[in-house]
């Protein structure tokens, strides 16, 4: 089944840092349950928002967090230090946001990852930019891997992002990434598919329909994991009917679960 990351505790959002500065556990504890009970697997926890607080801001979010998440957190920082504190203070095998190809921080993150037993979301970015191209993603995708996997970080753990580049910068951004989805699955059967959705539709009208279709696209090339915000109802849904008709639902039960409970409907 797909697996939602819930991207809505990150300090960049302006309620949310609002709450963190103040101190306002009531909001972010409400938050988490809002994504909780609408289907989230995972929550992201962002506090690199207010330069030189990240330490103790991301300190207070998992403490405060900790005590009623039934699922496990991502933790969300370039930072090794503030990983290494978070990742101590977690009970539940968590998430890591992120590693990538790029010198600085491929270099910082490898040492830390090594001997961890967590989910590692792996860009497929390094020192050149953004990829090209999907023999570019894929050959990220292979290097991510192999290299993870030397530190005993199996591939069933590993969740690899595409990178969605905007398509209305170019038509053809979108078939990019659904053929390197497909290449990447077809080499490494038990990677993971995960990523931020919404930059499929940077700067274009009518964005939800935009992303809700692309994540059907998307799931039927092998996507199995996005980082959205899980309150979003109809991308929600689009998720949930997806993974029925691409046989990931036995019997459809989370389909019919979904519609008794009103979170699908039409």
Known sequence: ????????????????????????????????????????????????????HEKEDMKWLIDTIQPVATIPLTLDSPDPAIL?????????????????????????????????????IALCMDDSGMPASSN????????????????????????????????????????????????????F???HITGGLSNISYGLPQRKIINRTFVSLMMAAGMDSAIIDPLDSKIMATIGTADMLLGRDDFCMGYLKGVRSGMIKS
């Open 1 to 52: 089944m797909f697996q939602v990351i819930g991207e809505r505790i990150n300090t960049s959002r302006k309620l949310v840092q609002a709450a963190v500065v103040q101190r306002d556990a009531d909001y972010i504890i409400e938050d988490v349950k809002k994504q909780q009970d609408a289907g989230a697997n995972y929550i992201d926890v962002n506090a690199g928002a207010r330069i030189g």
């Open 84 to 120: 290494e504190m978070a990742f101590q203070m977690v009970e539940k095998i968590p998430m890591i946001n992120s590693i990538s190809l790029e010198k600085d921080r491929f270099d910082a993150m490898m040492p830390f990852l090594e001997k961890k037993e967590c989910k590692v």
């Open 136 to 187: 570019d993603i894929l050959n990220r995708a292979i290097t991510l891997v192999e290299e993870l996997n030397k530190i005993n970080i199996p591939t069933a753990s590993i969740y690899i992002d595409p990178l969605v580049q905007p398509i209305s910068t170019d038509s053809n951004k979108g078939i990019m990434v659904l053929a390197a989805v497909r290449a990447i699955k077809a080499r």
């Open 189 to 191: 059967p038990q990677v």
